[in-house]
């Protein structure tokens, strides 16, 4: 069956350190895979965009790397700050019918 | 400013009504969405649209309908039929294909609950 995994349970990192959020997938062949960002009873708000030919991207601290081998995508956050503690989603295209299937996300706490 | 309005922010509902939630935009995107969120879940797909008067089931669409009459508006009416409405709703737009550069652009949502 077709799955999108992350981690369910809370990141709990310190200020300033690096946050890395693993996002898995099985049985799909994505063009490309977006991360969002949630907040408390707020809607998603879309971060970045990595495609299935680029191994890398970044846009200020975050960093968005795919492997489409390994079927995985990480999400970096450097430098954290307190004020990047939300709910991190990763989505990816389920066919060419441009309709994002969602992964559950994980939370992340940055400490001050 | 452009953007996306979903209202009411709260709805309750009782048991064997009806209600809808509406969602507009001003973006002039051609696809709308509708997703459910339940705590510690992930987004779930009701309904979708791609263009004026067209509109296709999602993968929970059982107990929910859309019209999608205007480009701007894409309205979900959870009937008596959804035996579990209780949810954080959520509507979204994209421009065709733009979902591939650009993302989708999320309203804020409307918390139902039935009471």
């Known amino acids: 069956s077709q799955k999108i995994e992350q981690n369910s349970e809370a990141l709990n990192i310190q200020e300033g350190k690096t946050a890395t959020l693993t996002c898995n997938y099985t049985?799909?062949?994505?063009?490309?895979l977006q991360w969002y960002r949630q907040d408390p009873g707020r809607g998603p708000v879309f971060l970045l965009l990595i495609r299935e030919n680029e191994k890398e991207k970044r846009k200020e601290r975050l960093k968005v790397t795919f492997d489409t081998t390994l079927k995985q995508s990480l999400f970096h956050i450097t430098a954290s700050q307190p004020a990047d503690s939300a709910t991190y989603l990763c989505?990816?295209?389920?066919?060419?019918?441009?309709?994002?299937?969602f992964g559950s996300g994980t939370r992340l706490l940055v400490r001050p | 400013d452009g953007g996306i309005t979903q209202s009411p922010k709260y709805l309750f509902r009782k048991e064997g009504q009806n209600v809808t939630l509406s969602c507009e935009q001003n973006l002039n995107h051609d696809a709308m969405y509708w997703y459910r969120q339940d705590p510690g879940q992930g987004l779930r797909l009701i309904y979708y649209?791609?263009?004026?008067?067209?509109?296709q089931k999602g993968d929970i669409a059982e107990g929910y309908s859309v019209s999608r009459e205007k480009k701007e508006s894409f309205p979900l009416t959870v009937t008596s039929a959804q035996k579990n409405p209780t949810a954080f709703y959520l509507c979204a737009s994209s421009s065709r294909g733009g979902s591939a550069n650009y993302g989708y652009t999320f309203g804020s949502g409307t918390r139902l609950t039935v009471v």
């Open positions: 649209s791609q263009i004026v008067n067209d509109f």
């Open positions: 989505a990816l295209e389920a066919d060419s019918s441009y309709k994002l299937i």
């Open positions: 049985n799909y062949s994505p063009a490309y």
